[in-house]
C-alpha cells in the first residue's frame, strides 16, 4: 500500500522515533515542541484519523493501552521498521526536493487586480503589519530556553527558516507598497 505523505504522518512518524505514545502525548509534544507553527493538529479528529490511516498502512502499530483514573483508556502507539524507513525516505523527499506547495498568499496576489490599488495597498500594509509581530514572535521563540538552557539550534531550524521567509516576504512587500505610493504600479479593478 503506498502512503501519501503529510505533515502530520510525518510528525507522528517522527515524534514515535522518540518511543511509544499514545494519541494525546502526540498532540502535546507537537504543540510543546511548537511544531504546531508547521504542522496542522488543531483538529484532534485529524490526528486520530491519521494514526488509523498509519496503523492500517503498518507504519504504526497499537500496544498496551493505558488506564489512568483521570483519563479515558489511552492506546498507546509503537513505530514499526517500515514506518521508520518511509519516515526517513519522505525526509530525504522533502529536503532535497523543492515542490509548489500551493499556499493561500499567492493565490490571493493572482486575483488582487480585481480590488482597486490603494485598497490593495491598504491590505498589504496590514499584511506587513502582522508579519512585524509575527517575525518578533519567531524571534522570541529563537532564543526560547528549557530548564534555563537554550534550545538547541537544531530543534529551531523551522523556526529560523520561518523567520527567514517572513523577512523576504515582509521585504517584498515594502517594495511593493513602495511601488502603489509612486504610482509605478498600477492597475484598473475588475475582471482581466
Known amino acids: 500500500m503506498t502512503f501519501r505523505r503529510s ?8 515524534l514515535l522515533e522518540n518511543g511509544p505514545l499514545h494519541p494525546y502525548g502526540i498532540q502535546r509534544l507537537i504543540k510543546q515542541w511548537g511544531k504546531d507553527q508547521v504542522v496542522n493538529v488543531g483538529q484532534r479528529t485529524s490526528l486520530y484519523r491519521m494514526i488509523v490511516r498509519l496503523e492500517e498502512a503498518g507504519l504504526i502499530t497499537a500496544g498496551a493501552t493505558e488506564q489512568d483514573e483521570r483519563y479515558p483508556e489511552r492506546t498507546v502507539y509503537h513505530l514499526t521498521d517500515e514506518g521508520r524507513e518511509i519516515c526517513r525516505e519522505w525526509l530525504a523527499e522533502i529536503l532535497t526536493t523543492p515542490r509548489n506547495e500551493f499556499p493561500e498568499f499567492p493565490a490571493g496576489l493572482s486575483f488582487v487586480m480585481l480590488l482597486p490599488p490603494a485598497t490593495a495597498g491598504e491590505l498589504l ?8 509581530k509575527r517575525i518578533a514572535e519567531l524571534q522570541l521563540e529563537l532564543r526560547s530556553e ?3 538552557r537554550p534550545v538547541p539550534r537544531f530543534a529551531l531550524l523551522e523556526t529560523e527558516y520561518q523567520v527567514a521567509v517572513a523577512v523576504a516576504e515582509a521585504k517584498w512587500i515594502d517594495s511593493v507598497l513602495h511601488d502603489l505610493r509612486t504610482g509605478t504600479l498600477t492597475w484598473t479593478p475588475g475582471p482581466v
Open 7 to 14: 505533515t502530520l504522518a510525518l510528525a507522528i512518524l517522527g
Open 125 to 132: 500594509g496590514q499584511r506587513r503589519e502582522r508579519l512585524t
Open 146 to 148: 528549557v530548564d534555563g
